[in-house]
């Protein structure tokens, strides 16, 4: 009843913020805790400035860090918002004033127990990026290194386990209010942004996703990411190494560097493909804030916060669906949904076909430097609710994050595609991962790891024998009675136990 109460007077606080900007719409849309809405609606007012998606931005800016990250969560769903919605949440800014550097320099003595000035030579309290959950100063090293340093928020944990736990107890009373939409799978999404958020607010977590991109990337000198001081990182506190460079976005500097803007869009399209399809982890905060050209020409990347993981299942499925859709095969496309169990087996093959030549042509059709797989992407999870497609959560992080990738190398070459480029780098993975060879491949190795689970399987086979002939396991006599064990008609139990054995067998090694 206290968590109950507690949330009901933190929504009410957030509904008439709603209603300031005229988007209570976001609240009417989920029908629930009407009487909340009726308390907010005499606050509202009408005919605010802007889109709606620009002025729920704006709410959710003023709401605070937790409502912000909510939004970005949201701009990946468009099957639930729309495109236009979802569009202009895409561009929610996580900016939020920077507090003072003497609270940063507080939390780093908190860190690490000595002074700042025995930590560097030089540390500028001047914040040079602020965002909802920290933000970043320059400093220089005892050692004469130069270093971006990341500082938690104040008190940030508190105020998101607050407005976590309002969010996952509005995803639960609208499970139970409205049945349909558990499909949307409300409860999940906020529990993976929790997981997402914890993981953000400790920075050593960070370190580790920064330290795995560069491992993945270390015989690649075309995408720099920058080193981590492991002796100057703690959990409120992430040092890396300065990462000096030109804004991706930013295309008279790049020239005007001395850099063909082509070849750099041709870097930063392999980059992405590679942490996508490659790798299965990638970066999944591709703003142009983020992003940079370095004076050799090659691209660097910050900020690892939000990263994005694939499985080989996934990588494979995805990678075939996308080449089918650049080559307009339509019914290959659909197909894939269908093998990767995304779609239900009794929906038809021929509707989700038509379904996707009706998505794709409009988009395909365009000249090339407008083509968006993103919004093709975006578009197709609009049609989850007719053919009941289930929500997949690791691929609207991956649509969100092509969204931005696709408006950054446009700002940087608008006549080129990103995904036009790294089309000969998919169809080759694809020759490489779905090819006869990779089918050989893959049976081998499902049969050597069938084969190391014998050994164990044999010895359970062996122990529950013996449990059974030393009447460790007793069989009820009616059971053995209908197993056909006292009638001339009935399968022997021991031919019985037999077939279970094999079926067990077969089931464990496929």
Known sequence: MLRTLRNIARLLRIARILA???????LEKLQVAEFVMLAARMASRRGRPGRPGQRLARALEEAGPSFIKLGQALSTRSDLLGEELSADL?????SLPPFSGTE??????????????????????????TASIAQVHFATTTDGREVAVKVLRPEIEAAFNRDLDMFLWMAELLEAARPELRRFKPVEMVNTLAE?????????????????????FEDDPTFNIPGVD???????????????????????????????????MEKAAAAFFNQVFRDGFFHADLHPGNLFVTEDGSVAVVDFGIMGRLDTRTRRHLGEMLVSFLTR??????????????IPADRSVD?????????AEPILDRPQNEISIARLLGQLFQVAETFQMEVQPQLLLLQKTMLVAEGTARKLCPDANLWIMARPLMESWLTENLGP???????????????????????????????????????????????????RQGVPVGLLLLAAIALLAFVLIN
């Open 329 to 342: 095969n339509y019914r290959r496309a659909a197909e894939v949904h269908f093998e990767a169990g995304w």
């Open 90 to 94: 895409s561009e929610l800014q996580d």
């Open 104 to 129: 940063s320099r507080a939390a780093m003595e908190a860190e690490f127990g000595q002074p700042v000035d025995t930590l560097f030579a030089s540390f500028d309290d001047h914040a040079i990026a």
């Open 20 to 26: 300031r900007h005229d988007v209570l719409f976001l």
């Open 351 to 359: 509707a989700f076909t038509q379904a996707c030549r009706s998505i």
């Open 437 to 487: 060879d990779a089918r050989i491949r893959e049976a081998a190795r499902d049969l050597g790891e069938a084969a190391a689970r014998l050994p164990r399987l044999l010895d359970d086979l062996e122990r529950g024998a013996a449990l059974l002939a030393g009447g460790g396991i007793r069989l009820h006599p009616e059971t053995v009675k209908a197993m056909g064990g006292g009638g």
């Open 230 to 264: 492991w002796q100057r990182t703690g959990r409120r506190v992430l040092t890396t190494e300065r990462i000096l460079g030109l804004s991706l976005d930013d295309r008279d500097a790049v020239q005007k560097a001395g850099h063909d803007p082509e070849q750099v």
């Open 196 to 216: 997402t958020v914890t993981l953000e607010m400790d920075l050593r977590f960070e370190a580790a996703a920064a330290a795995e991109l560069a491992e993945n």
